[in-house]
């Protein structure tokens, strides 16, 4: 027999469920997979076939035949979590790696923190960093995008090169300009389009821009976290910026190049592993830019995004305590 719960009023009831938003997340995440087939074709095809079907798995057995609870992989999460995954991933990464990744995110982030609602970090972009630190070589190998028709012969036979935030990086170490280094990359409408290398699903900021509209327009997300996370990007690095141009790269390469947009739109707004209130989004959000810009900057990757919102992550639960909406009739005083 259920338990019946009842909670103080006022109540109010809405539509909205976890199968109903996690599938209203993946319909906006379509574009995006759209263009990454388009550039990376096979390869990509493949990476986000094995990572949805592995998290599916994982999370299916793991539940049904050892933790003997229902199964809940119809709800959308653990196909949603793959997709994630696989869209931080490289389109020419061994399908065993993307299986670990998929196993580290549905068990070891999600399952054993007591599964859906109860995670600390966000399962994919665990997995993502577990796979970085592990593999760094695999994960660090760049395919170069080209049209779906060259990418039909071959799924690890691939010319590879550098990122964006790669180049600029590698060449800000040896002492070259920041502006000489950007005019070597892709440029800004190229990048906007997702012509330029990087994870499979964070090329193409047009496409994610798509489905941040459409979850906003459907009230899946609110505009507090990613606002707030690309605006303080742009605040920041527009100041180092205008202080030395020739050190540092303008706001508009940092909004277009790496995992930025993924980030802010599909990552940071997860519903478990994000603050609850407005102010407490705000703040989030803005930690998540800081933090960005200084991995980017000063740290030894060239980007920092994934660390930064799984640094966040651990900031949310102190975030909620501290920071909690006003309660319904209280008056401000």
């Known amino acids: 027999?259920?338990?019946?719960?009842?909670?103080?009023?006022?109540?109010?009831?809405?539509?909205?469920?976890?199968?109903?938003?996690?599938?209203?997340?993946?319909?906006?995440?379509?574009?995006?997979?759209?263009?990454?087939?388009?550039?990376?074709?096979?390869?990509?095809?493949?990476?986000?076939?094995?990572?949805?079907?592995?998290?599916?798995?994982?999370?299916?057995?793991?539940?049904?035949?050892?933790?003997?609870?229902?199964?809940?992989?119809?709800?959308?999460?653990?196909?949603?979590?793959?997709?994630?995954?696989?869209?931080?991933?490289?389109?020419?990464?061994p399908v065993w790696l993307v299986i670990i990744g998929a196993f580290f995110a549905i068990v070891v982030a999600k399952i054993s923190f007591g599964g859906i609602g109860n995670n600390i970090f966000n399962p994919a972009l665990a997995g993502r960093v577990f796979l970085l630190i592990s593999w760094p070589v695999q994960m660090t190998s760049w395919?170069?995008?080209?049209?779906?028709?060259?990418?039909?012969?071959?799924?690890?036979?691939v010319t590879t090169g550098a990122t964006p935030l790669g180049i600029l990086s590698e060449g800000l170490r040896s002492g070259e300009s920041a502006t000489k280094l950007i005019s070597q990359v892709p440029d800004y409408l190229q990048l906007f389009m997702g012509n330029a290398g990087g994870s499979i699903g964070e090329v193409g900021a047009a496409a994610i821009l798509i489905g941040l509209v459409y979850m906003l327009m459907k009230k899946i997300i609110s505009w507090h976290i990613p606002v707030s996370i690309l605006g303080t990007v742009a605040v920041f690095t527009g100041i180092l910026w205008f202080a030395n141009p020739d050190k540092f790269a303008d706001p508009l390469f940092h909004l277009l190049s790496g995992g930025i947009m993924l980030g802010a739109v599909f990552m940071a707004t997860d519903y478990v592993t994000s603050p609850m209130s407005k102010r407490g989004m705000l703040i989030y959000g803005v930690g998540i830019g800081l933090l960005t810009v200084v991995i980017r900057v000063w740290g030894a990757f060239p980007e920092g995004v994934s660390f930064a919102i799984l640094i966040m992550n651990a900031f949310v639960p102190l975030i909620n305590m501290y920071i909690k909406p006003k309660r319904f009739g209280k008056n401000k005083r």
Do not use: C
């Not at 574009?31 to 994982?58: E, M």
């Not at 395919?143 to 036979?157: F, I, N, R, V």
């Open 1 to 93: 027999m259920s338990k019946l719960i009842v909670s103080l009023s006022p109540h109010q009831f809405g539509s909205n469920s976890v199968k109903k938003l996690m599938f209203g997340v993946l319909i906006a995440l379509l574009p995006t997979l759209f263009v990454s087939v388009w550039y990376f074709g096979l390869g990509a095809i493949t990476i986000i076939v094995t990572s949805v079907l592995s998290a599916v798995f994982f999370e299916y057995v793991f539940n049904r035949f050892l933790l003997k609870k229902p199964s809940t992989i119809s709800d959308g999460s653990a196909a949603l979590t793959g997709l994630l995954l696989a869209f931080n991933l490289p389109s020419n990464l």
């Open 143 to 157: 395919p170069e995008p080209s049209p779906l028709s060259k990418h039909l012969l071959g799924y690890t036979d």
